[in-house]
């Protein structure tokens, strides 16, 4: 048998020039650790997008003890603060008693208020306090019971009523002296 490596003829890298050794030596040495810099620097700095949860940062655990609501001590007495009827229905009850939202009677509509009025001011004032039908309860909200119902009043006489507005318990009192 003859010799099978002198067949295939001498080999050849992909180096062929002392420069090109260079190069390549350099290069194997300076990528890396060009990598593992990179590496070091994203791992040990402080913002990093998506790095996880930010639930015990100083803002977030604020956010979860803060109070769930809070107490407001208003004074009924006070008429200047109060807000008349027109403008309670505005903020409150338009939205549906514009509209007819839900079956609730439009403001304006004699017919569909005649059967309401009926029943009285009380009846509606517990209707509109507590909720009826799809209305949600209003009593406890950002306006007081009196509130309430001056916007019933402006309502319901609106549809033909001719109820009183209710006067705050502190003009009441001194309009009985």
Known sequence: MSDSHDQDGPHEGPIKTPKQLILAVFFSFVVPIFAIILLVMYV????????????????AVARRIQPIGSIEVKDASDVASLKSGEQVFNAQCTACHTSGAAGAPKIGDTAAWE?????????????????KNAMGAQGGGDFSDLEIGRAVVYLANKGGAKFDEPKAPAAAASAAN
């Open 44 to 59: 040990t700095s402080d913002h990093r997008d998506a790095a996880g949860s930010d639930g015990l940062g100083a803002e």
């Open 115 to 131: 059967p309401r009025i009926k029943t009285g001011y009380e009846t509606l004032l517990t209707s509109a306090l507590k909720g």
